[in-house]
């Protein structure tokens, strides 16, 4: 059974950081590609950062230079340093793990984090 558990949410002042961490089980971590997507309330998911599995990364336009994306193969898990953070980075964090192999692709999606950013 496939599992991805993202910890490290929580309530945090504009300016300041946090580190989400998503756990994954039930796949070979070091072959997926791994990303970590938000919703706001109100609005579509959007892709924040990914990291293939060759540790190559991808940034949304809103937080690059803010964010960093970084994998651990050893331990199976994806992080997102996040810095100097904006209200408006405020919604729900979820860990994706992405593989294509042929004409097939395996989507796996954490339950997600809240990360609420305000004074």
């Known amino acids: 059974q496939v599992q991805l558990v993202e910890s490290g949410g929580g309530l945090v002042q504009p300016g300041g950081s946090l580190r989400l961490s998503c756990a994954a089980s039930?796949?070979?971590?070091?072959?997926?590609?791994m990303g970590w997507y938000r919703q706001a309330p109100g609005k579509q998911r959007e892709l924040v950062a990914a990291?293939?599995?060759?540790?190559?990364?991808n940034y949304g336009d809103s937080v690059k230079g803010r964010f960093t994306i970084s994998r651990d193969n050893a331990k199976n898990t994806v992080y997102l340093q996040m810095n100097n953070l904006k209200v408006e980075d405020t919604a729900v964090y979820y860990c994706?793990?992405?593989?294509?192999?042929?004409?097939?692709?395996?989507?796996?999606w954490g339950q997600g984090t809240q990360v609420t950013v305000s004074s």
């Open positions: 039930g796949i070979v971590f070091s072959i997926y590609d």
């Open positions: 990291i293939t599995s060759g540790g190559s990364t």
């Open positions: 994706n793990a992405d593989r294509v192999t042929g004409p097939v692709e395996y989507i796996h």
